[in-house]
């Protein structure tokens, strides 16, 4: 499984942005896809998922601001941000879960990653 994040880029606080992941190599409907992100200096930290059923757990600081999808049609999952704050500047990758039953929040259980998109957020 191959993946493609984009749709990065610098914003204001209170700004929106949609990152875009293209998936490759398998069927999304078969995949369970992350969010994570890693901040300078930080441990990477999971953001949210989509189940292959779409259930869509959330990390507490995201939820009610971001918004996880996919077109499984376009092979692609998206992570809407709105009300974008500093606190979210980070790499922002996306992964796939291709064996395990139940969506999972931890990094470990993703077996493929792309390669990132960075997201930075002024005050």
């Known amino acids: 499984v191959q993946l493609q994040a984009s749709g990065g880029g610098t914003v204001q606080a209170g700004d929106s942005l949609r990152l875009s992941c293209a998936v490759s190599g398998s069927t999304l409907s078969r995949l369970h896809i992350g969010w994570f992100r890693q901040a300078p200096g930080k441990e990477r930290e999971f953001v949210a ?3 292959r059923i ?3 757990p959330y990390a507490d600081s995201v ?3 971001f918004t996880i999808s996919r077109d499984n049609d376009k092979n692609t999952v998206f992570l809407q941000m709105n009300s974008l704050i500093p606190e979210d500047t980070a790499v922002y990758y996306c992964a796939a879960d291709s064996s395990t039953y139940w969506v999972s929040v931890s990094a470990s259980y993703y077996d493929s990653w792309g390669q990132g998109t960075l997201v930075t957020v002024s005050s």
């Open 49 to 51: 998922a989509i189940s």
């Open 63 to 65: 939820k009610g601001r």
């Open 54 to 56: 779409s259930i869509t």
